[in-house]
Nanobody, 118 residues
Framework: QVQLVESGGGLVQAGGSLRLSCAAS????????MGWYRQTPGKQREVLAFITRGGNTNYVDSVKGRFTISRDNTKNTVYLQMNSLKPEDTAVYYCNIRPWSASTATYWGQGTQVTVSS
């Protein structure tokens, strides 16, 4: 029912910037927390940032000060502005949403590739 469409990935040089977007559609529930994760082949998925429906944000230390998460509730869209990119940021980036309820359900986007060259 719910679909998450991600965009904005690509190839960028070290020190450059990218802005990822993830738009949710078809949901029959109010969206609560939204977040961004990333994963490289053969490695564990890593959480990057979360933002609550009210706009409260949290970041992991590796991206704090470089990445900014934001959302537009009228569009059911979450964004990730990535600045000062490093080669170690290369990964597949996934968005995630949770219902604004006690439900344990969680939903994922298809992933978008980000490659940072040195």
């Amino acid at each position: 029912q719910v679909q998450l469409v991600e965009s904005g990935g690509g190839l960028v040089q070290a020190g450059g910037s990218l802005r990822l977007s993830c738009a949710a559609s078809g949901s029959r529930f109010t969206i609560g927390t939204m977040g961004w994760y990333r994963q490289t082949p053969g490695k564990q998925r890593e959480v990057l940032a979360f933002i609550t429906r009210g706009g409260n944000t949290n970041y992991v230390d590796s991206v704090k000060g470089r990445f900014t998460i934001s959302r537009d509730n009228t569009k059911n869209t979450v964004y990730l502005q990535m600045n000062s990119l490093k080669p170690e940021d290369t990964a597949v980036y996934y968005c995630n949403i949770r219902p604004w309820s006690a439900s344990t359900a969680t939903y994922w986007g298809q992933g978008t590739q980000v490659t940072v060259s040195s």
